[in-house]
Nanobody, 122 residues
Framework: VQLVESGGGLVQAGGSLRLSCVAS????????MGWYRQTPGKSRELVAG???????NYADSVKGRFTISRDNAKNTVYLQMDMLKPEDTAVYYCNARVRVITIERTSDFDYWGQGTQVTVSS
């Protein structure tokens, strides 16, 4: 599975950006897709996730401001970011999780995009 993100950039506080992530390869194996973000010196954190049946979850810090969506036919996941704050500044990474179930075990494999920079100025 390969992931390519787009849509990052510089925006003023209160503005909006929309991130896109297109998956290719064995996309039929993808279960959950999501967006994570990371700032220097900190670990990568989950921003939002969405299942194949469009069940979503969000970090508390972005609830009510960010919306994740998914187009299974286009193998694309989106992150609409509104009311952006300077603390949203980070590199945003697309994630796809593939779940492999065998008789012996269930294993999850994570795939990552290259990351896209989002900078929110105050």
């Amino acid at each position: 599975v390969q992931l390519v993100e787009s849509g990052g950039g510089l925006v003023q506080a209160g503005g909006s950006l929309r991130l896109s992530c297109v998956a290719s390869g064995r996309t039929s194996d993808i279960d959950v897709m999501g967006w994570y973000r990371q700032t220097p010196g900190k670990s990568r954190e989950l921003v939002a996730g969405i299942s194949t049946s469009h069940i979503t979850n969000y970090a508390d810090s972005v609830k009510g401001r960010f919306t994740i969506s998914r187009d299974n036919a286009k193998n694309t996941v989106y992150l609409q970011m509104d009311m952006l704050k300077p603390e949203d500044t980070a590199v945003y990474y697309c994630n796809a999780r593939v779940r492999v179930i065998t008789i012996e075990r269930t294993s999850d494999f994570d795939y990552w995009g290259q990351g896209t920079q989002v900078t929110v100025s105050s």
